[in-house]
C-alpha cells in the first residue's frame, strides 16, 4: 500500500520522529500524515508550555524568529489568497534588505502574516512552517523534509528571477544569507525543483524526487 507513515523510533539512544514512505507517494501525502502532528500533545515539544502542548497558540512560537523563503506552491496560493499581483506581493511581504542580495525572505521577527500568535494564512502556509517542530527527528527524515522545503524554495527562486521579481545578488549578504543561496544553488538544477516548477499542488509532487536512493 502506498503512502506516508508517521513512527516513533530510537538513533543513536535518542527518541526521535521518523517517517516511512512507500511510494507512489507525493508531498500532500507526506503533509497529511505530518500535519497531525501540531495538535498531537503526546509528543515533546521543546518550547511548548510543559512540553507537551498544541502549535496553536504557543507563546514561544517558531513563527517569531523563523527564516521563510517560501515553496514556489505556496507562494502562488499566498499572492493568490491575498489577491495581489506577485510584484506587489513581493514588495509589501518580502524583506527589502534580503531582496537586494537575491533572496527572497519573508519579512520576519515576527513573521509579517503572525497576528495575536496565529498564522494569518494558515492553509497556505509554506512547506518550511508546516514542517517545522521542535522536536527531534530522525536523521534521514529531517533530510527528507529538509531537501523537499529547500527544493520548493529553490523553485521559488528561479520563478521570481524569471518573472523579474528579484534583482541579481547584490553586496551585502550575511554569511547566513550566503549559506541560503549556496543552498538553493545546489538543488537548481535537481528534479525535485523541475517538479515544485510544473506544479500547481502538492499532489503533483512525487516524493522520489527527494528520497535517497
Ligand atoms: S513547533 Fe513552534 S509552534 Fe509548535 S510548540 Fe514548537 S515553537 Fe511552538
Ligand atoms: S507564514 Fe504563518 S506559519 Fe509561517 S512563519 Fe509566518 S506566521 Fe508562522
Request: hydrophobic share 40%; with cysteine.
Amino acid at each position: 500500500m502506498s503512502g506516508v507513515e508517521v513512527y516513533h523510533g530510537h538513533e543513536d539512544g535518542q527518541a526521535g520522529l521518523g517517517i516511512k514512505v512507500v511510494l507512489p507517494a507525493t508531498v500532500q501525502d507526506l503533509l497529511d500524515a505530518w500535519q497531525p502532528l501540531c495538535d498531537d500533545q503526546t509528543i515533546f515539544k521543546q518550547y511548548a508550555r510543559g512540553h507537551h502542548a498544541l502549535c496553536k497558540g504557543c507563546q514561544r512560537n517558531c513563527c517569531a524568529t523563523a527564516y521563510v523563503i517560501p515553496d514556489l506552491v505556496s507562494f502562488r496560493r499566498m499572492a493568490e489568497m491575498l489577491g495581489m499581483a506577485y510584484d506587489d506581493f513581493v514588495a509589501r511581504y518580502f524583506q527589502a534588505e534580503k531582496l537586494a542580495v537575491g533572496l527572497l525572505r519573508m519579512v520576519p521577527e515576527p513573521c509579517i502574516f503572525l497576528q495575536d500568535n496565529i498564522c494569518s494564512i494558515y492553509p497556505v502556509r509554506s512547506l518550511i512552517c508546516r514542517f517545522y517542530l521542535c522536536t527531534p527527528l530522525l536523521g534521514r527524515t529531517e533530510q527528507l523534509i529538509y531537501k523537499i522545503a529547500w527544493s520548493g524554495a529553490a523553485a521559488t527562486q528561479i520563478f521570481a528571477q524569471q518573472q523579474g521579481l528579484v534583482p541579481a545578488a547584490g553586496p551585502g549578504a550575511s554569511s547566513f544569507d550566503r549559506l541560503f543561496l549556496e543552498l538553493l544553488d545546489e538543488y537548481r538544477n535537481s528534479s525535485g525543483v523541475a517538479s515544485f516548477l510544473a506544479a500547481r499542488d502538492y499532489r503533483d509532487i512525487s516524493l522520489h524526487h527527494f528520497l535517497e536512493e
